[in-house]
């Protein structure tokens, strides 16, 4: 069973800062472009960022230039690093793994998300 496994949520003040963790199997996560996404409260869920088993990221217009993804191949961990935090960003927050398979085929899972909440 594919598990992702999320921490570093919490409650902080507008202007500061946060860092989300993602850990998966290794199997997992060397074969997967692996991404944040997040929804708030009565909102769509959204594409926060991905990053490329090379380290290609692809970031939100939103928060770009606030929040940075990474990914620590060694550890097998995928990061999200929050800085200048605004209210509207509270929301939780959920890993995906893209994983694909020898057979070109992409099935993603899921983490089960964290509370990012940051007050004004």
């Known amino acids: 069973q594919v598990q992702l496994v999320e921490s570093g949520g919490g409650l902080v003040q507008a202007g500061g800062s946060l860092r989300l963790s993602c850990a998966a199997s290794?199997?997992?996560?060397?074969?997967?472009?692996m991404g944040w996404y997040r929804q708030a409260p009565g909102k769509q869920r959204e594409l926060v960022a991905t990053?490329?088993?090379?380290?290609?990221?692809n970031v939100a217009d939103s928060v770009k230039g606030r929040l940075t993804i990474l990914r620590d191949n060694a550890k097998n961990t995928a990061y999200l690093q929050m800085n200048s935090l605004k209210p509207d960003d509270t929301a939780v927050y959920c890993c995906?793994?893209?994983?694909?398979?020898?057979?070109?085929?992409?099935?993603?899972?899921w983490g089960q998300g964290t509370q990012v909440t940051v007050s004004s």
């Open positions: 290794r199997s997992i996560f060397s074969n997967s472009v």
């Open positions: 995906k793994a893209a994983l694909r398979s020898a057979w070109g085929t992409v099935s993603d899972y």
């Open positions: 990053i490329s088993i090379s380290g290609n990221t």
